[in-house]
């Protein structure tokens, strides 16, 4: 079941939540909503299933216009960020909700019911604890079991509001595969927000990143890890440094330096920004070319196959983050102090406005 | 009875007393021998003394008192009385608390000051709200006469005062416990496919269940022992409209202190039954929040 949002706009008071967003879901897929906090994911999300109304725009799914279905006719499952499990019920009677409050004619047997919620549970892996109160579960259990509910009323779409934003780091890492693999096995349209980037880039389908109400870029992990629309994606997603410099006619100025910017061959004396990421820096003992900027080794971290190190730039007076492997390190006998010329590899030049 | 009404159960445990902030013995011990007298005078000696004033001439003619007619007629009432008020308030404040904990509206803050406003005003202008409207030489009053509807001076004034006098109750009890928990498992059900009504009785309900007991008994007991505001409305009729309350008074000014005591001591009795309730449920309460607060402590933990 595909989902399509078209131009949809949501104020609260002053503030723009979502300001004309876009968006289309292919059946099947699993999407990622990226954004920080007060991006609009969660507001855009909390549209698509009803549970806000839009101040302008429409919802569809699967070509159906359902901006103005009631939430219960949507047949979304929702999956809370903190879970929001009926506390007073138990495992089993969470999970069985959806089915026990449809009205009598539709509503399946005991015996159907008492299948499909130990069927639900044995996916997520809980049937052992079907007695329990949600209060005797952790919180990784307690989001399998939220999963389950929402997958009980077989949705046509999955929402899921930061689903592993209140859970530890490694429940967190786990949690994520399995929702892959969850998802390759119900193949249910789902569409999850996070602010984790890592996590957006390493569960989903196709990855929407948001800012301050709009849709930055939307596309696979790789499209927008590799190649950033925006200067905001660039810095959202992965580390990044930034050299302050002017654009002219395909290069950018940064003191005595400069690096290539061929998209630029029509810019003249243009105030940008080049991005270039930690791991696309060049480091040598002496100066290499043009694009050599000279450096001072400020700090090392020098733990695991990758050796973490901050330069302080001498012409620029500012800092920035290089990743290099452990060889290349160790051959240069990088020690705090040390002068190294650094040279940009792979560079992405924005103008400032 | 009214005096047990404002406190209200701490949801969360104090912390222990520790080194750096106790007492040294003697002020620890003077303190607690002041305040034992304090409520050894205060309350203890008038409870017993009610007891002991009811009893004064024979377990007999106690019984006699309690079984006379009028007395009877006023117990009558009382209960009458309660059972309308009180489910009158239950709907009410659930609807009340509901309103304002689920929904965003214009007005919100003039109805959470309006539900405040019986405890905020003295009972006996309460009373005179009703006598005002409805006597005699009330806005309505000619036109009740004309139909002939008795409402001061008869069961639906007193019905009427007591309402209004126990209205915040339940909704003063119910309004911080569901504004605690917040409306995601009601979002949660209604995705799920519930209705309105599935939803409550379902969801909010349980969730409240405890804290709306503690309500209702708090809201009968009050309407039970309400003095003021009935009196002004009742027009004081032996055997029709007179509470228990207000017949105690009767008694009293009549100078039949063992029979005013004697009627005085059923209300007491209602006071510690109370008191009873009140302090179970309050314990069901605390281990209800306990168990929620310790969910969400353990949902900490793990995020921490």
Same mark, same amino acid.
């Given at each position: 079941?595909?989902?399509?949002?078209?131009?949809?706009?949501?104020?609260?008071?002053?503030?723009?939540?979502?300001?004309?967003?876009?968006?289309?879901?292919?059946?099947?897929?699993?999407?990622?909503?990226?954004?920080?906090?007060?991006?609009?994911?969660?507001?855009?999300?909390?549209?698509?299933?009803?549970?806000?109304?839009?101040?302008?725009?429409?919802?569809?799914?699967?070509?159906?216009?359902?901006?103005?279905?009631?939430?219960?006719?949507?047949?979304?499952?929702?999956?809370?960020?903190?879970?929001?499990?009926?506390?007073?019920?138990?495992?089993?009677?969470?999970?069985?909700?959806?089915?026990? &409050?449809?009205?009598?004619?539709?509503?399946?047997?005991?015996?159907?019911?008492?299948?499909?919620?130990?069927?639900?549970?044995?996916?997520?892996?809980?049937?052992?604890?079907?007695?329990?109160?949600?209060?005797?579960?952790?919180?990784?259990?307690?989001?399998?079991?939220?999963?389950?509910?929402?997958?009980?009323?077989?949705?046509?779409?999955?929402?899921?509001?930061?689903?592993?934003?209140?859970?530890?780091?490694?429940?967190?890492?786990?949690?994520?595969?399995?929702?892959?693999?969850?998802?390759?096995?119900v193949h249910v349209t789902s569409v999850f927000v996070t602010h984790d980037q890592e996590e957006a880039l390493e569960v989903s389908d196709?990855? &929407?990143?948001?800012?301050?109400?709009?849709?930055?870029?939307?596309?696979?992990?790789?499209?927008?890890?590799?190649?950033?629309?925006?200067?905001?994606?660039?810095?959202?997603?992965?580390?990044?440094?930034?050299?302050?410099?002017?654009?002219?006619?395909?290069?950018?100025?940064?003191?005595?330096?400069?690096?290539?910017?061929?998209?630029?061959?029509?810019?003249?004396?243009?105030?940008?920004?080049?991005?270039?990421?930690?791991?696309?820096?060049?480091?040598?003992?002496?100066?290499?070319?043009?694009?050599?900027?000279?450096?001072?080794?400020?700090?090392?971290?020098?733990?695991?196959?990758?050796?973490?190190?901050?330069?302080?730039? &001498?012409?620029?007076?500012t800092t920035i983050e290089a990743h290099v492997p452990r060889a290349r390190f160790d051959s240069l006998a990088l020690a705090k102090g040390?002068?190294?010329?650094?040279?940009?590899?792979?560079?992405?030049?924005?103008?400032?406005? | 009875?009214?005096?047990?009404?404002?406190?209200?159960?701490?949801?969360?445990?104090?912390?222990?007393?520790?080194?750096?902030?106790?007492?040294?013995?003697?002020?620890?011990?003077?303190?607690?021998?002041?305040?034992?007298?304090?409520?050894?005078?205060?309350?203890?000696?008038?409870?017993?003394?009610?007891?002991?004033?009811?009893?004064?001439?024979?377990?007999?003619?106690?019984?006699?008192?309690?079984?006379?007619?009028?007395?009877?007629?006023?117990?009558?009432?009382?209960?009458?009385?309660?059972?309308?008020?009180?489910?009158?308030?239950?709907?009410?404040?659930?609807?009340?608390?509901?309103?304002?904990?689920?929904?965003?509206?214009?007005?919100?803050?003039?109805?959470?000051?309006? #539900?405040?406003?019986?405890?905020?005003?003295?009972?006996?202008?309460?009373?005179? #709200?009703?006598?005002?409207?409805?006597?005699?030489?009330?806005?309505?009053?000619?036109?009740?006469?004309?139909?002939?509807?008795?409402?001061?001076?008869?069961?639906?004034?007193?019905?009427?005062?007591?309402?209004?006098?126990?209205?915040?109750?339940?909704?003063?009890?119910? #309004?911080?416990?569901?504004?605690?928990?917040?409306?995601?498992?009601?979002?949660?059900?209604?995705?799920?496919?519930?209705?309105?009504?599935?939803?409550?009785?379902?969801?909010?309900?349980?969730?409240?269940?405890?804290?709306?007991?503690?309500?209702?008994?708090?809201?009968?007991?009050?309407?039970?022992?309400?003095?003021?505001?009935?009196?002004?409305?009742?027009?004081?009729?032996?055997?029709?409209?007179?509470?228990?309350?207000?017949?105690?008074?009767?008694?009293?000014?009549?100078?039949?202190?063992a029979a005013s005591f004697a009627v005085a001591s059923v209300l007491t009795l209602l006071a510690l039954v109370t008191l009873v309730l009140?302090?179970?449920?309050?314990?069901?309460?605390?281990?209800?929040?306990?168990?929620?607060?310790?969910?969400?402590?353990?949902?900490?933990?793990?995020?921490?």
């Open positions: 079941m595909s989902i399509e949002v078209r131009n949809l706009r949501k104020v609260f008071g002053d503030f723009v939540a979502l300001d004309d967003v876009s968006l289309q879901v292919p059946g099947g897929e699993l999407v990622a909503l990226l954004g920080p906090s007060g991006s609009g994911k969660t507001t855009l999300l909390r549209i698509i299933a009803g549970l806000e109304p839009a101040d302008a725009g429409s919802i569809h799914f699967h070509g159906e216009d359902a901006t103005d279905q009631p939430v219960r006719e949507r047949q979304v499952g929702f999956v809370f960020q903190h879970y929001a499990l009926f506390r007073h019920m138990s495992v089993f009677e969470n999970v069985a909700f959806g089915l026990r &409050v449809r009205p009598r004619r539709v509503r399946p047997s005991e015996k159907e019911i008492h299948d499909t919620v130990m069927g639900l549970l044995s996916l997520v892996q809980l049937d052992v604890l079907a007695k329990r109160r949600p209060s005797e579960l952790s919180g990784g259990q307690r989001q399998r079991v939220a999963l389950a509910r929402a997958l009980a009323v077989k949705p046509k779409v999955l929402l899921l509001d930061e689903p592993f934003g209140a859970l530890d780091a490694k429940v967190r890492k786990e949690l994520r595969r399995w929702l892959r693999r969850l998802h390759e096995e196709r990855v &929407v990143i948001m800012n301050q109400g709009r849709v930055e870029q939307s596309g696979t992990p790789e499209e927008v890890y590799e190649r950033p629309a925006t200067p905001f994606v660039y810095g959202f997603l992965g580390d990044v440094n930034l050299f302050h410099g002017r654009i002219h006619e395909g290069r950018v100025n940064i003191g005595e330096s400069q690096l290539e910017a061929p998209e630029w061959a029509d810019a003249r004396d243009q105030e940008g920004v080049a991005y270039v990421r930690t791991y696309d820096v060049e480091l040598a003992p002496a100066r290499s070319g043009a694009s050599s900027l000279e450096a001072v080794v400020r700090h090392v971290r020098a733990f695991g196959p990758i050796v973490r190190l901050e330069l302080d730039l &001498v012409e620029a007076g040390t002068r190294v010329y650094v040279s940009p590899t792979n560079v992405r030049v924005f103008a400032l406005q | 009875m009214a005096s047990i009404a404002l406190s209200r159960p701490a949801t969360t445990a104090p912390r222990a007393v520790t080194r750096a902030t106790g007492e040294s013995r003697v002020v620890r011990w003077t303190l607690i021998t002041v305040a034992l007298v304090f409520l050894a005078l205060t309350l203890l000696l008038p409870l017993t003394l009610v007891f002991a004033q009811a009893l004064s001439k024979g377990f007999a003619a106690y019984l006699d008192a309690i079984k006379e007619p009028d007395a009877l007629s006023a117990a009558k009432l009382t209960l009458l009385v309660a059972s309308i008020a009180v489910p009158i308030n239950l709907v009410f404040g659930v609807a009340a608390a509901w309103c304002i904990t689920k929904f965003q509206f214009w007005g919100k803050h003039v109805l959470i000051t309006l #539900i405040d406003l019986p405890f905020a005003v003295s009972p006996v202008i309460s009373g005179m #709200i009703f006598v005002l409207l409805f006597g005699a030489h009330g806005w309505f009053g000619t036109w009740l006469l004309d139909h002939d509807i008795k409402i001061i001076f008869a069961v639906p004034g007193i019905v009427l005062a007591t309402t209004f006098v126990t209205a915040p109750f339940v909704a003063r009890e119910l #309004i911080p416990l569901m504004q605690e928990q917040g409306c995601e498992e009601e979002e949660a059900a209604i995705v799920l496919g519930a209705g309105g009504w599935q939803t409550f009785f379902r969801v909010t309900l349980p969730n409240i269940k405890w804290g709306l007991l503690y309500g209702l008994i708090l809201c009968n007991a009050r309407a039970m022992g309400e003095f003021g505001a009935v009196s002004v409305v009742s027009g004081h009729i032996r055997g029709e409209t007179n509470t228990l309350p207000l017949h105690v008074e009767i008694l009293y000014n009549e100078y039949a202190f009140k302090t179970l449920v309050e314990w069901r309460q605390q281990r209800a929040s306990a168990e929620r607060k310790e969910s969400v402590d353990s949902s900490e933990r793990i995020a921490a």
